[in-house]
C-alpha cells in the first residue's frame, strides 16, 4: 500500500476546471466523434483514380480485338492501359503464389504479416513482406519506399481498396501494373514481348512463369538467372498440382516448357493507321484481321515487283459501304525494304490528283442536267486562257458521247464538260464530298482541277466513292424520306465506270463469275502518281502507286500499276457478283414524262448525238434521265435528216467513224474552223541548226472537201490550198489574225502570239 497514495482534493479541483477527465456521457460523445473521424479518414484515404497520371501505351486492336500494333508509352515503358478482367490461368496461378488467401481475406492477412515478421527477424535483415495482393495494388500505385509506416499505409489502404473493388477487379488493377522486367509493365504486355500471344492464350507453363515474374523483375528477367526463374516456375506449378489446379499430364507438359529468349516484337499490321489513333489508349478499329494480313501481303508483294520498276511506293485503302468504315489500310508497303519515303503514310498524304475526279463532275453535270449520259462533248483542240489540254495518247476524237469519254478516260472532253459544269460548283462539291487538300480558291484551279491541278488524298477520296454507293444504296435502316441524289445519274455513272478496260483483260460479259465492278484510274503530270479506285455495292477499294519522294517513273499509270493491285483487293474480299440494281421503273409501262421524284423521268434521245432529240433527228430512243436533262439543249447535228457535225469535230471525228458521210450543209452554216492554232495561242517557233526560222503549220477544217481556201496573215495574201488545207508560216514575234476565205465567201479568223 505504501506504493500508493490518494490524490489531494487541490488535485481533483484543479483536473475538473482543466477538463481533463469527462462524465461517462461526455466520454461517449468523445469516442463517437474520434469513430466517426477515424471512419471518415478511412473512407477518404484512397484516391479517386490509384494510377492517375500514370502513362499508357498506344493500343489499337481490329473489330475482333486482335492486336494490330501498339506503341511505346511516354515514359519508354511497354504498359497497356488497364484491363477488366485476368485470365483465369493466370489468376490461379498468382493467387497460388503471391497470396493464397487472396479471395478470403479483407485486403490485410494478419498471419502472413506475422509470420513474415518472425522470417525477417530471425533472418536479420527483410526475406518476406507478408503483403497480399491487395497490398501490392496500393505498393504499385503510391511508388513509395518500402518502410514500415508505409506498409502501415498500405494495408490502411487496401482494407478501403477491397470495399470499393471486387477481388477480380482487384486482380485486374495488380496485373496491368506489376513490373515484368525491363520496360515491360502489365501482364498484357509482358505476353506479347515474351509469349507473341494475348494473355488469355496463355499455356499454364506461361501463366506460371508470369505469376513468378514480378516477385523479383530485377533479378528474374527472362534474359538474366534462367535457372533461378525455371525453379520458381516449378515449384509454382508443383503447388498447383498439389491443389488440384491442374493434373498431372499437365504439370509434366507445363515444366517441359522452355522459358522466352529476348522480348519479342509486338505485332506491326496496319502501322500507318495505328499513328493516326489516340495517343495512350486502348483503340478497338473497324479493320478486319484477315482481311488487312492479306491486303497488306498481296500489296507488298505487287510492290515488291514494281520496285524493279522504279516505283517503290505503295498504298491501298478498303472501305465497307454499309457503314463507311474503313475495313482495311495500308499506308505505305514493304517497310523492310529501306528506302527514302517508306515511313511516309501515303494514304494520308496529298499528291496530284490525275484524272481520278472525274466521276464526280459525270455525275454531278447529269444530276444538275448539264448533259444526258450519252451526250456528245467535243474532243477536238482548244486553247482556254493558255490552259490546252490533250488526251493521254495524244490524240483527238472529234466528238465523243460523254459516258464514253468517262470510261475512256480522255482529257480533253472532261476540261469541255467541266466549262460547262462550272468550276467553281464543282469545286464546292468536292470539299462537301470531304476533300480537305483542296486549299486554293476555285479560281486558283481553274480548268486543270478535273486534270490533276488539285491534290487529294487517297483516304478521303475513297472515301468519296463509297460515299456515292452509299448514296444509291442506302442502309436498310434509313428512313425512306430521307433525302438522296437523283439516283439516276448515279446509276449512269456506275454503268460507264463498269465498262472501263481491266487489268487482267477479263470481259464480265462472257464471264459470269468474274467480278463486276465500277473503277477509274489516273495518272498525274509526269508519271508521279498512280491511282486506282473501285466500287461494288459491298466495297470501295482504293490504291495509289508511285514514289513518296514524288520522283516519276516512265510507264507509271494508273491502269498498270495501281489496277491491278485493286483487283488483287477485290478477289481477297467475299465473294458477291450482286451488282447495283437499276433505278425505279415505275413509269416503264406508259413510257411518259411523268415524274418519279427522285428517281427520274422518261424522254427521248437523238441515237447520234445522245441528247434531246430534236425535230429533224431520224433515230430516237426513249430512256430514263435526270429530272433536270429535260432542261438540256436539244441536238442541233441533223439537218436535212442527216448527222453533221461541226467542221472541227468533224475534222477528227471522220477517220474513227467510215460510217460517218456529212454531205449536208451544217445547221449554222459554220463550213469552217480553225484547227491550230486555237484562239489566244502562244506559240514557239522552233529553229533549225543554222538558226533559221522553221515555221508552225496553220491547219483548218473546211465541211466540204475540195474547196479553196485563201489565206491571209494581218490582211496580207500568204497563200491558197485545196483538199488538205495545211500551211506553213513563220511570222515575226508579237500579236497576229490569220484569215481564211472559202469560195463562198465565208471566212473564219483566229489570233494568236509568236514568242
Given at each position: 500500500?505504501?506504493?500508493?497514495?490518494?490524490?489531494?482534493?487541490h488535485?481533483?479541483?484543479?483536473?475538473?476546471?482543466k477538463?481533463?477527465?469527462?462524465?461517462?456521457?461526455?466520454?461517449?460523445?468523445?469516442?463517437?466523434?474520434?469513430?466517426?473521424?477515424?471512419?471518415?479518414?478511412?473512407?477518404?484515404?484512397?484516391?479517386?483514380?490509384?494510377?492517375?497520371?500514370?502513362?499508357?501505351?498506344?493500343?489499337?486492336?481490329?473489330?475482333?480485338?486482335?492486336?494490330?500494333?501498339?506503341?511505346?508509352?511516354?515514359?519508354?515503358?511497354?504498359r497497356f492501359?488497364?484491363?477488366?478482367?485476368?485470365?483465369?490461368?493466370?489468376?490461379?496461378?498468382?493467387?497460388?503464389?503471391?497470396?493464397?488467401?487472396?479471395?478470403?481475406?479483407?485486403?490485410?492477412?494478419?498471419?502472413?504479416?506475422?509470420?513474415?515478421?518472425?522470417?525477417?527477424?530471425?533472418?536479420?535483415h527483410?526475406?518476406?513482406?507478408g503483403?497480399?495482393?491487395?497490398?501490392q495494388?496500393?505498393?504499385?500505385?503510391?511508388?513509395?519506399?518500402?518502410?514500415?509506416?508505409?506498409?502501415?499505409?498500405e494495408?490502411?489502404?487496401?482494407?478501403?481498396?477491397?470495399?470499393?473493388?471486387?477481388?477480380?477487379?482487384?486482380?485486374a488493377?495488380?496485373?496491368?501494373?506489376?513490373?515484368?522486367?525491363?520496360?515491360?509493365?502489365?501482364?498484357?504486355?509482358?505476353?506479347?514481348?515474351?509469349?507473341?500471344?494475348?494473355?488469355?492464350?496463355?499455356?499454364?507453363?506461361?501463366?506460371?512463369?508470369?505469376?513468378?515474374?514480378?516477385?523479383?523483375?530485377s533479378s528474374?528477367?527472362?534474359?538474366?538467372?534462367?535457372?533461378?526463374?525455371?525453379?520458381k516456375?516449378?515449384?509454382l506449378?508443383?503447388?498447383?498440382?498439389?491443389?488440384?489446379?491442374?493434373?498431372s499430364?499437365?504439370?509434366?507438359?507445363?515444366?517441359?516448357?522452355?522459358?522466352?529468349?529476348?522480348?519479342l516484337?509486338?505485332?506491326?499490321?496496319?502501322?500507318?493507321?495505328?499513328?493516326h489513333?489516340?495517343?495512350?489508349?486502348?483503340?478497338?478499329?473497324?479493320?478486319?484481321?484477315?482481311?488487312?494480313?492479306?491486303?497488306e501481303?498481296?500489296?507488298n508483294?505487287?510492290?515488291?515487283?514494281?520496285?524493279?520498276?522504279?516505283?517503290?511506293?505503295?498504298?491501298?485503302?478498303?472501305?465497307?459501304n454499309?457503314n463507311g468504315n474503313?475495313?482495311?489500310y495500308v499506308?505505305?508497303?514493304?517497310?523492310?525494304?529501306?528506302?527514302?519515303?517508306?515511313?511516309?503514310?501515303?494514304?494520308?498524304?496529298?499528291?496530284?490528283?490525275?484524272?481520278?475526279?472525274?466521276?464526280?463532275?459525270?455525275?454531278?453535270?447529269?444530276?444538275?442536267?448539264?448533259?444526258?449520259?450519252?451526250?456528245?462533248?467535243?474532243?477536238i483542240?482548244?486553247?482556254?486562257?493558255?490552259?490546252?489540254?490533250?488526251n493521254?495518247d495524244?490524240?483527238?476524237?472529234?466528238?465523243?458521247?460523254?459516258?464514253?469519254?468517262?470510261?475512256?478516260?480522255?482529257?480533253?472532253?472532261?476540261?469541255?464538260?467541266?466549262r460547262a459544269?462550272?468550276v467553281?460548283?464543282?469545286?464546292?462539291?468536292?470539299?462537301?464530298?470531304?476533300?480537305?487538300?483542296?486549299t486554293?480558291?476555285?479560281?486558283?484551279?481553274?480548268?486543270?482541277?478535273?486534270?490533276?491541278?488539285?491534290e487529294?488524298?487517297?483516304?478521303?477520296?475513297?472515301?468519296?466513292?463509297?460515299?456515292?454507293?452509299?448514296?444509291?444504296?442506302?442502309?436498310?435502316?434509313a428512313?425512306?424520306?430521307?433525302?438522296i441524289?437523283?439516283?439516276?445519274?448515279?446509276?449512269?455513272?456506275?454503268?460507264?465506270l463498269?465498262?472501263?478496260?481491266r487489268p487482267?483483260?477479263?470481259?464480265?460479259?462472257?464471264?459470269k463469275?468474274?467480278?463486276?465492278?465500277?473503277?477509274?484510274?489516273?495518272?498525274?503530270?509526269?508519271?508521279?502518281d498512280?491511282?486506282?479506285?473501285?466500287?461494288?455495292?459491298?466495297?470501295?477499294?482504293?490504291?495509289?502507286?508511285?514514289?513518296?519522294?514524288?520522283?516519276?517513273?516512265?510507264?507509271?499509270?494508273?491502269?498498270?500499276t495501281?489496277?491491278?493491285?485493286?483487283y488483287?483487293?477485290l478477289?481477297?474480299?467475299?465473294?458477291?457478283?450482286e451488282?447495283?440494281?437499276?433505278?425505279?421503273?415505275?413509269?416503264?409501262?406508259?413510257?411518259?414524262?411523268?415524274?418519279?421524284?427522285?428517281?427520274?423521268?422518261?424522254?427521248?434521245?437523238?441515237?447520234?448525238?445522245?441528247?434531246?432529240?430534236?425535230?429533224?433527228?431520224?433515230?430516237?430512243?426513249?430512256?430514263l434521265?435526270?429530272?433536270?436533262?429535260?432542261?438540256?439543249?436539244?441536238?442541233?447535228?441533223?439537218?436535212?435528216?442527216?448527222?453533221?457535225?461541226?467542221?472541227?469535230?468533224?475534222?477528227?471525228?471522220?477517220?474513227?467513224h467510215?460510217?460517218?458521210?456529212?454531205?449536208?450543209?451544217?445547221?449554222?452554216?459554220?463550213?469552217?474552223?480553225?484547227?491550230?492554232?486555237?484562239a489566244?495561242?502562244?506559240?514557239?517557233?522552233?529553229?533549225?541548226?543554222?538558226?533559221?526560222?522553221?515555221?508552225?503549220?496553220?491547219?483548218?477544217a473546211?465541211h466540204t472537201?475540195?474547196?479553196t481556201?485563201?489565206?491571209?496573215?494581218?490582211n496580207?495574201?500568204?497563200?491558197?490550198?485545196?483538199?488538205?488545207?495545211?500551211?506553213?508560216l513563220?511570222?515575226?514575234?508579237?500579236?497576229?489574225?490569220?484569215?481564211?476565205?472559202?469560195?463562198?465567201?465565208?471566212?473564219?479568223?483566229?489570233?494568236?502570239?509568236?514568242?
Amino acid at each position: 500500500m505504501g506504493h500508493f497514495c490518494a490524490p489531494d482534493a487541490h488535485f481533483e479541483d484543479v483536473v475538473n476546471k482543466k477538463g481533463l477527465f469527462c462524465s461517462p456521457g461526455k466520454k461517449k460523445w468523445v469516442l463517437g466523434l474520434i469513430l466517426l473521424v477515424g471512419l471518415l479518414a478511412w473512407l477518404l484515404c484512397l484516391p479517386g483514380d490509384l494510377f492517375k497520371g500514370v502513362p499508357y501505351s498506344t493500343v489499337v486492336e481490329s473489330t475482333e480485338g486482335e492486336l494490330l500494333g501498339a506503341r511505346v508509352a511516354d515514359d519508354g515503358q511497354w504498359r497497356f492501359p488497364p484491363c477488366d478482367s485476368v485470365p483465369e490461368r493466370y489468376a490461379t496461378a498468382l493467387v497460388q503464389f503471391e497470396d493464397r488467401q487472396f479471395w478470403w481475406h479483407p485486403g490485410v492477412n494478419p498471419i502472413a504479416l506475422a509470420r513474415a515478421f518472425k522470417d525477417n527477424l530471425q533472418a536479420g535483415h527483410v526475406v518476406s513482406g507478408g503483403s497480399t495482393l491487395t497490398m501490392q495494388v496500393i505498393r504499385l500505385s503510391r511508388q513509395r519506399e518500402r518502410t514500415l509506416g508505409q506498409k502501415l499505409i498500405e494495408a490502411v489502404q487496401a482494407t478501403r481498396l477491397e470495399l470499393r473493388c471486387s477481388k477480380r477487379e482487384i486482380l485486374a488493377l495488380y496485373a496491368s501494373h506489376a513490373p515484368f522486367g525491363g520496360n515491360v509493365v502489365g501482364l498484357e504486355a509482358a505476353a506479347w514481348r515474351y509469349f507473341g500471344r494475348p494473355a488469355d492464350e496463355l499455356s499454364w507453363g506461361e501463366a506460371a512463369t508470369l505469376a513468378v515474374l514480378p516477385n523479383a523483375p530485377s533479378s528474374m528477367h527472362p534474359g538474366r538467372n534462367r535457372q533461378g526463374l525455371m525453379e520458381k516456375r516449378n515449384r509454382l506449378l508443383a503447388r498447383l498440382l498439389e491443389h488440384g489446379d491442374i493434373d498431372s499430364l499437365t504439370y509434366l507438359s507445363a515444366r517441359e516448357e522452355p522459358l522466352p529468349d529476348a522480348p519479342l516484337p509486338l505485332p506491326s499490321l496496319a502501322a500507318h493507321y495505328v499513328e493516326h489513333c489516340p495517343h495512350g489508349v486502348r483503340t478497338r478499329t473497324a479493320l478486319q484481321y484477315a482481311l488487312q494480313s492479306a491486303v497488306e501481303e498481296a500489296l507488298n508483294r505487287r510492290s515488291d515487283e514494281l520496285a524493279l520498276e522504279g516505283v517503290a511506293d505503295m498504298a491501298a485503302v478498303v472501305i465497307d459501304n454499309r457503314n463507311g468504315n474503313v475495313v482495311a489500310y495500308v499506308g505505305n508497303t514493304s517497310p523492310e525494304r529501306l528506302r527514302p519515303g517508306v515511313q511516309v503514310d501515303i494514304a494520308a498524304a496529298p499528291r496530284s490528283t490525275g484524272s481520278i475526279l472525274k466521276p464526280f463532275l459525270y455525275e454531278a453535270a447529269l444530276e444538275e442536267g448539264v448533259i444526258l449520259p450519252g451526250t456528245l462533248l467535243p474532243d477536238i483542240p482548244v486553247n482556254l486562257g493558255g490552259f490546252a489540254p490533250q488526251n493521254f495518247d495524244r490524240q483527238f476524237y472529234g466528238a465523243v458521247p460523254a459516258n464514253q469519254a468517262l470510261a475512256r478516260s480522255l482529257n480533253v472532253p472532261a476540261v469541255f464538260l467541266l466549262r460547262a459544269y462550272g468550276v467553281a460548283k464543282f469545286y464546292d462539291r468536292l470539299k462537301a464530298y470531304g476533300l480537305s487538300t483542296l486549299t486554293h480558291d476555285a479560281h486558283w484551279y481553274g480548268l486543270a482541277l478535273i486534270l490533276g491541278g488539285g491534290e487529294g488524298r487517297l483516304d478521303e477520296i475513297t472515301a468519296a466513292y463509297s460515299a456515292l454507293v452509299r448514296t444509291y444504296l442506302p442502309p436498310a435502316s434509313a428512313s425512306s424520306a430521307s433525302p438522296i441524289k437523283d439516283k439516276v445519274a448515279l446509276w449512269y455513272t456506275f454503268e460507264a465506270l463498269k465498262e472501263v478496260n481491266r487489268p487482267d483483260e477479263l470481259d464480265w460479259r462472257l464471264i459470269k463469275s468474274v467480278r463486276k465492278a465500277a473503277w477509274k484510274t489516273g495518272t498525274s503530270y509526269g508519271f508521279r502518281d498512280a491511282w486506282a479506285v473501285g466500287m461494288t455495292p459491298q466495297y470501295t477499294i482504293g490504291v495509289w502507286a508511285g514514289n513518296a519522294q514524288g520522283q516519276g517513273v516512265p510507264g507509271l499509270t494508273g491502269a498498270r500499276t495501281a489496277g491491278p493491285a485493286l483487283y488483287d483487293i477485290l478477289n481477297l474480299l467475299p465473294y458477291s457478283n450482286e451488282w447495283f440494281p437499276e433505278p425505279d421503273l415505275a413509269a416503264a409501262d406508259t413510257k411518259s414524262t411523268s415524274l418519279v421524284p427522285g428517281r427520274g423521268v422518261w424522254a427521248q434521245v437523238c441515237k447520234d448525238s445522245g441528247m434531246l432529240a430534236g425535230p429533224e433527228c431520224p433515230e430516237t430512243e426513249t430512256i430514263l434521265i435526270p429530272e433536270a436533262g429535260l432542261e438540256t439543249d436539244p441536238c442541233p447535228y441533223h439537218s436535212g435528216g442527216q448527222f453533221v457535225l461541226p467542221p472541227a469535230m468533224e475534222w477528227f471525228y471522220r477517220p474513227h467513224h467510215p460510217e460517218y458521210t456529212g454531205v449536208t450543209r451544217p445547221q449554222n452554216n459554220q463550213m469552217m474552223e480553225f484547227i491550230y492554232p486555237t484562239a489566244g495561242s502562244t506559240l514557239y517557233l522552233p529553229r533549225q541548226l543554222d538558226g533559221k526560222v522553221e515555221g508552225a503549220v496553220f491547219r483548218v477544217a473546211h465541211h466540204t472537201a475540195g474547196t479553196t481556201l485563201w489565206w491571209h496573215l494581218d490582211n496580207t495574201y500568204v497563200g491558197e490550198t485545196r483538199f488538205v488545207h495545211e500551211l506553213r508560216l513563220a511570222p515575226e514575234q508579237g500579236k497576229h489574225t490569220l484569215t481564211v476565205v472559202d469560195e463562198e465567201g465565208n471566212t473564219v479568223s483566229v489570233r494568236f502570239t509568236i514568242q
